[in-house]
């Protein structure tokens, strides 16, 4: 992967210069142009063909701009799509220039927004297709790409998203995360925030449903999409030298025996003498959690009554309780969903943020 995250490509000198009134506007991106045109230093030249070049290198970059007529674009790039979750986006931007043309990812790849933002900087207009956009419609990619949101397996994807465009009413229940998101009032009064209060009619005339919550288990209604906020912190407790593994296998069976999903956790937390502990250190890295830490004074200081750790574990931590009070900190003093569990080796509790 190259250390810039957008490619851009000229096959003109007029081109050329385009990209130089970009980067005059402090836009970072790896710039390919025919060997005649390079100068070694600014741009990169390749001497075969582009398309030979364009599929060697397309997933290298999260973006790729190019300085060619539509057509041409499509024709490069037809052979290497895979996926729009996994291409990147790309833009076509007419050799005057006049139009910056969003082709490829536009939502999921954030291809629109780079459309916009190129266009804005050249002075031209950027030309944007996607639904939600033209019709000044909610987009399902927000929530995963602006608010972080976790999308659950659906084949339903595409049927939401039709729905939302055409102005469908689709029902929405929320049981956490933040309730001020993009388009809330599109839904309202569809929102509910948890499925015994929807009332029985409207499970029958809603055309679809949007599940926000930080619990597991299959989608009551369907066609419907599920997405997990990042709302829950796990608070944990471990005994010098534990291994990662040990870790993990408490940490996923409390899940698994509350019903709790593991795309919501947000954050790990413990006390802050485990900075150094190698196997928690471990265990966050592998899941791509976080780790906040606390001290015991501020565990201690906890408002709450806990089930106090062993005295011997007191002694050495200074703290009356670890993993309950860390992941109620963690969680801006929401909500203990799960007191601690204990194992030899490991204690775990879960915490649920309420308030941002």
Known sequence: MSSAPWAAVAVTRRGRNTLDALREQGVAFDAWVPTRLADGTRYHGYGGSLSALVSEKFFDYRAWIFLLPVSAVVRIIAPLLVSKYTDPCVVAIDERPQYAVCLLSCHEGAGNDVTRRVAALLGVHAVVTTGSEVLNRF???????????????????????????????????????????????????????????????????????????????????????????????????????????????????????????????????????????????????????????????????????????????????????????AALRAAKLGTLLVPKVKTDRVTVAVALQTTW
């Open 139 to 325: 987009s399902l990619d927000l929530w995963e790409r602006e608010l972080r949101w976790v999308r659950g397996p659906s084949r339903d994807m595409t049927t939401l998203s039709r729905l939302i465009v055409e102005g469908e009413a689709v029902g929405v229940v929320q049981e956490s995360g933040p309730v001020l998101w993009p388009h809330r009032m599109d839904f309202m009064p569809w929102i509910y925030p948890n499925w015994d209060r929807v009332p029985a009619q409207n499970l029958k005339t809603l055309r679809g449903w949007l599940w926000i919550t930080h619990r597991s288990g299959p989608l009551p209604h369907h066609p419907g999409v599920i997405f997990y906020p990042p709302v829950l912190a796990v608070g944990i407790g471990v005994s010098r030298g534990t291994k990662a593994t040990q870790i993990a296998d408490v940490v996923d069976r409390v899940f698994s025996e509350n019903q709790l999903a593991l795309e919501s956790v947000a954050k790990v937390a413990t006390i802050d003498i485990k900075k150094d502990e190698e196997g928690l250190t471990e265990f966050a890295a592998q899941r791509g959690w976080p780790i906040e830490y606390f001290s015991a004074p501020t565990l201690n200081d906890t408002p709450g009554v806990f089930s106090p750790s062993h005295v011997a574990v007191r002694r050495v931590t200074g703290a009356v309780a670890v993993a309950e009070p």
